[in-house]
Every structure is written in C-alpha cells, then in structure tokens.
C-alpha cells in the first residue's frame, strides 16, 4: 500500500502560481513512476502531468499544461511536487497525486494504483 496526501492548493488570481506537494508513505517509494491529474466541476479526470520513478528529467505533460506546469520530485523525502505557472481560470479543479508501479511515466489513469484525496486549485479571473 502506498498512502499519498497532497496539499498546496487554494486561490490564486490568474496568472498567479501555486506549488502542490504530496507526500507518500507506505511502500518504497523510488517503486513508483508518479502522475498528477485533475478534475473539474462536471468534467473527466485528466492527465497533468507524470515522472519517471527515478526522476532525472524524464516527464510527461498534458498538452493544457505545456511549458506552464513543472513536476519534480525528491526521493529522499517521499515528496513529489508541481509547479504550477501561468495560472488561468480553466486550471480551476481538483488536483490528485497518483503512483503507478511502472518505471515510466505515463498519462493512463488505469496504469495507477494508488491515489490521493485531492487538493483544490481556484484560479480567478
């Protein structure tokens, strides 16, 4: 089991950043390829962004997201983060934190085991 909770989220006006972090515990954590994807009010869950388990610059991003959005993640302490740039009000949804058993990232919901509560993200206009 992986236990993942994340936080960082609120308001923020557009063209404003935020950094969402989540913390894992639980299985070793350098295991899981990470994600991050969102979801808001009356939509699907999509993919944000993903990272290699061992990180070394080896990311995936959702095409809305491009050049904007920065995930990293730190091993040593179980975190994985994203930096979130360039804020616009269609960022606006839930953000969740997800690890796949995968060395890959990758931008398959179904390829993730394990996932978060969510953090909110409100980007006014």
């Known amino acids: 089991q992986v236990q993942l909770v994340e936080s960082g989220g609120g308001l923020v006006q557009t063209g404003g950043s935020l950094r969402l972090s989540c913390a894992a515990s639980?299985?070793?954590?350098?295991?899981?390829?990470m994600g991050w994807f969102r979801q808001a009010p009356g939509k699907e869950r999509e993919f944000v962004a993903a990272?290699?388990?061992?990180?070394?610059?080896?990311?995936q991003y959702g095409d809305s997201v491009k050049g904007r959005f920065i995930i990293s993640r730190d091993n040593a302490k179980n975190m994985v983060y994203l930096q979130l740039n360039s804020l616009k009000p269609e960022d606006t949804a839930v953000y969740y934190c997800?690890?796949?058993?995968?060395?890959?990232?990758?931008?398959?919901?179904?390829?993730?085991?394990?996932w978060g509560q969510g953090t909110q993200v409100t980007v006014s206009s």
């Open positions: 990272i290699r388990r061992t990180g070394g610059g080896i990311t």
């Open positions: 639980g299985r070793a954590f350098s295991n899981y390829a």
């Open positions: 997800a690890a796949s058993p995968g060395s890959w990232p990758t931008s398959r919901m179904s390829n993730y085991d394990y």
